[in-house]
């Protein structure tokens, strides 16, 4: 307390009462996130309902998964998205990889080799026809790698639903069911409302290396849900050198705390979009609608090329852009039989129904991204990029980001609490703000 003995001026009143506010926001967004967290991931997730319908009524869903370089488990996590409890014939797997050298294409052809019953393909963008060949020109596409990979992947997908999963995620066998039900409205807890995009909370695991990257882990894959991932963690050995291992751990001890307790409070208060773009699913028809403006590129995601942070770009305009009549309509299709001797493109549909959610945070899965060897400089390295980046596509954010991490938080709420006579009066708080900060800092 800076005024013991009276009153304090004005304008520190004016800042405390700020400073309080703030507090007490934020305080208000992990408790909403917590208790979500708590509610929808203690316990196992209802089995999907979309892979129970008829055959021909089973959204098809493009699966894309962008892979660069060899990630830890890399061979786990692409794998999982072939062991999805879905129907087979209603997947589309395509791995997209930038050239044929890269040193993570044999993952690739081996996974192909496991799995020769699947609708999968190889993508490999030096090959696009949309970019090179008599065709094709480099810069129909701007510099966004990620794009790059995936354009010929978004451009040949079938069906209208696209699943995007990064290289390094692994996910549960009946993910893919459950996100088609909250994106069609099937979703048991959302009472038949439909969503424009859906996504999973995102969670690092700092893991020993694969032994064998090429190959599936022992034990293999499990087929349940989150609690299957513990063949993942492990004890991991006293690091010999703690500066080349305590990134990985940062990663996950932030991933785990802080950002999992944002990520669901503010999905959960829905005040504005808040994705990291690690497994996202839309309809291909809504983004290619709304993405038409460009002259020089083709709708969908190719929209985005010329900007990095694509997934929240793509969250972003799906968020505040209301659905066109067009997507509507065929939206209300999905999970549904056509119609008996109606028209191609018409089914037996209702009166439409245009009160959809933006975005759906699934419950009950996680992302689960495993990270091995991480060292300290690397994670902050990758830190900063992304702040330089973040800074001009959410500025706001960017900037008072700093102010919900718990030791600013802590030190706004202590000095409001403490600089404030009606707190000291009505809630007896001594005037030792230092004390204050140091109990609520270590309560986070």
């Known amino acids: 307390m800076f005024f013991p003995s009276h009153d304090p001026p004005m304008w520190l009143e004016i800042v405390a009462v700020a400073c309080l506010i703030?507090?007490?926001?934020?305080?208000?967004?992990?408790?909403?996130?917590?208790?979500?967290?708590?509610?929808?991931?203690?316990?196992?997730?209802?089995?999907?309902?979309?892979?129970?319908?008829?055959?021909?009524?089973?959204?098809?869903?493009?699966?894309?998964?962008?892979?660069?370089?060899?990630?830890?488990?890399?061979?786990?996590?692409?794998a999982a998205t072939f062991h999805q409890t879905y129907p087979r014939s209603k997947l589309t797997i395509y791995l997209c990889i930038s050239w044929?050298?890269?040193?993570?294409?044999?993952?690739?052809?081996?996974?192909?080799?496991?799995?020769?019953?699947?609708?999968?393909?190889?993508?490999?963008?030096?090959?696009?026809?949309?970019?090179?060949?008599?065709?094709?020109?480099?810069?129909?596409?701007?510099?966004?790698?990620?794009?790059?990979?995936?354009?010929?992947?978004y451009r040949e997908a079938k069906g209208d639903i696209i699943w995007i999963i990064d290289c390094n995620v692994w996910i549960?066998?009946?993910?893919?069911?459950?996100?088609?039900?909250?994106?069609?409205?099937?979703?048991?807890?959302?009472?038949?409302?439909?969503?424009?995009?859906?996504?999973?909370?995102?969670?690092?695991?700092?893991?020993?290396?694969?032994p064998h990257p090429t190959s599936p882990s022992s034990p293999p894959i499990s087929s349940t849900s989150t609690a299957s991932t513990s063949h993942l963690a492990g004890p991991l050995p006293f690091p010999q050198n703690l500066l080349s291992l305590a990134g990985g751990r940062l990663e996950e001890m932030f991933q785990s705390t802080t950002h999992a307790k944002f990520y669901t409070g503010i999905n959960t208060?829905?005040?504005a979009p808040c994705i990291v773009g690690k497994s996202n699913m839309f309809r291909r028809s809504h983004l290619n609608s709304l993405t038409t403006t460009h002259p020089a590129r083709s709708p969908g995601i190719d929209f985005f090329s010329d900007n990095i942070c694509e997934d929240h770009l793509i969250g972003d305009l799906l968020?505040?852009?209301?659905v066109p009549a067009s997507v509507l309509a065929s939206a209300e299709r999905e999970g549904r039989a056509p119609a008996v001797g109606a028209p191609p493109g018409t089914s037996n549909i209702r009166d439409v129904d245009t009160t959809w959610g933006n975005h759906f945070l699934l419950p009950g899965d996680l992302a689960i991204q495993p990270t091995s060897s991480l060292p300290l400089s690397q994670y902050?390295?990758?830190?900063?990029?992304?702040?330089?980046?973040?800074?001009f596509t959410v500025t706001l954010a960017t900037l008072i980001e700093p102010g919900v991490?718990?030791?600013?938080?802590?030190?706004?709420?202590?000095?409001?609490?403490?600089?404030?006579?009606?707190?000291?009066?009505?809630?007896?708080?001594?005037?030792?703000?230092?004390?204050?900060?140091?109990?609520?800092?270590?309560?986070?």
Not at 31 to 41: A, C, D, M, Y
Not at 60 to 78: M, N, Q, S
Not at 319 to 322: F, G, L, N, S
Not at 416 to 440: K, N
Request: net charge positive; with cysteine.
């Open 319 to 322: 968020w505040r852009t209301p």
């Open 380 to 391: 902050l390295a990758r830190r900063v990029r992304w702040l330089r980046v973040r800074k």
């Open 269 to 271: 208060c829905a005040v």
């Open 100 to 153: 044929r050298d890269d040193p993570a294409f044999p993952i690739l052809q081996q996974l192909l080799a496991d799995f020769p019953n699947y609708d999968a393909k190889i993508l490999v963008e030096e090959e696009d026809p949309n970019l090179s060949g008599k065709d094709g020109r480099e810069y129909n596409l701007g510099p966004n790698p990620k794009i790059r990979n995936m354009s010929r992947g």
């Open 405 to 444: 991490e718990s030791l600013l938080c802590s030190s706004y709420g202590a000095f409001g609490l403490t600089s404030l006579p009606w707190c000291r009066a009505r809630l007896h708080i001594p005037s030792s703000w230092p004390a204050f900060w140091l109990i609520d800092a270590l309560g986070w």
């Open 172 to 210: 549960s066998c009946g993910v893919a069911g459950r996100m088609v039900d909250g994106l069609c409205g099937l979703h048991p807890s959302r009472g038949g409302r439909k969503y424009k995009f859906v996504h999973q909370l995102p969670l690092v695991l700092d893991v020993p290396p694969s």
């Open 22 to 78: 703030w507090y007490v926001f934020i305080l208000t967004v992990i408790s909403i996130g917590f208790v979500q967290i708590r509610r929808n991931f203690s316990t196992v997730p209802p089995k999907a309902v979309s892979p129970t319908l008829p055959i021909a009524s089973v959204p098809h869903v493009t699966i894309l998964r962008p892979v660069k370089g060899l990630e830890p488990h890399l061979y786990d996590c692409l």
